[in-house]
């Protein structure tokens, strides 16, 4: 509760530092970030580094079916991203990345960049080095990150209700112990299993919008228990009795 409170308060002392930069303003970034901090207006035709930075975080806010590519470089569909993360979040809804954005990111995220109502251990059930996988370990984190910021996305959009994760990543020993396909995504550190409330079927449907290219839940084969999302490059999509 603490914590919460602290976040609300500095966004909002990020805003009004916001609204005091001014129009004419280029800065970026109200504060330094323990995470990370942007220091420019990130706008259509921008590209590096920082860019891939907001694209990790707005990936989540997409149009259904669609994947957002975290390329470095900002176009019309990282301005569309921002532009629904921004109406979200009751900003400013321009599609430029500025003080505003970035104060509601900052408050958005913890010291590590996992988003605030998630974090890697509950990505990774399976050992504390993410390694064993099909993936290295850096990168097995680094898509556990991605998939933590969509299923951020999600749980606004449902409302800010809770998501629950029974599984993410898993080694192959991990993956083996449970009877995982062998081309199981959660070697990869991207998918995640979601149970309880909402419904299995509310969040299958829902993560349709979020980014997730690869959707089981209820009515396929093993999946009646949860809802799987992941990403994948050959997406498949498949929950029968949710009407997907």
Not at 92 to 111: E, H, N, R, W
Not at 127 to 155: I, P, Q, Y
Not at 203 to 208: G, N, T
Request: with cysteine; aromatic share 8%; charged share 15%.
């Amino acid at each position: 509760m603490f914590r919460r409170m602290s976040r609300l308060l500095l966004s909002l002392v990020m805003l009004m530092a916001g609204a005091v930069v001014g129009v004419g303003a280029t800065a970026g970034a109200a504060h330094a970030d323990s995470c990370y901090t942007w220091n420019r207006t990130l706008s259509q035709g921008s590209s590096g580094g920082d860019v891939t930075q907001l694209q990790i975080r707005v990936a989540g806010w997409v149009t259904s079916g669609e994947r957002l590519s975290y390329d470095g470089q900002y176009g019309a569909r990282t301005a569309a991203a921002v532009k629904k993360f921004q109406a979200a979040y009751g900003l400013s809804a321009d599609g430029v990345a500025g003080p505003a954005t970035f104060s509601k990111i900052y408050a958005l995220q913890d010291a590590d960049c996992t988003p605030v109502h998630f974090s890697y251990a509950e990505l990774n059930k399976c050992n504390s080095d993410w390694s064993g996988g099909a993936v290295s370990a850096v990168t097995a984190k680094s898509n556990a990150l991605k998939t933590m910021w969509k299923l951020e996305a999600m749980r606004h959009a449902l409302g800010d209700v809770p998501i629950n994760i029974s599984s993410g990543f898993r080694s192959r020993a991990c993956n083996n112990a449970v009877g995982g396909s062998a081309t199981s995504r959660h070697l990869y550190g991207d998918a995640a299993d979601l149970v309880g409330s909402p419904s299995l079927c509310r969040l299958a449907q829902q993560s349709r919008t979020h980014g997730f290219s690869e959707i089981l839940g209820p009515g396929y084969p093993g999946h009646n228990d949860h809802t799987h999302v992941a990403f994948d490059p050959s997406p498949y999509w498949s929950a029968p009795t949710c009407g997907i």
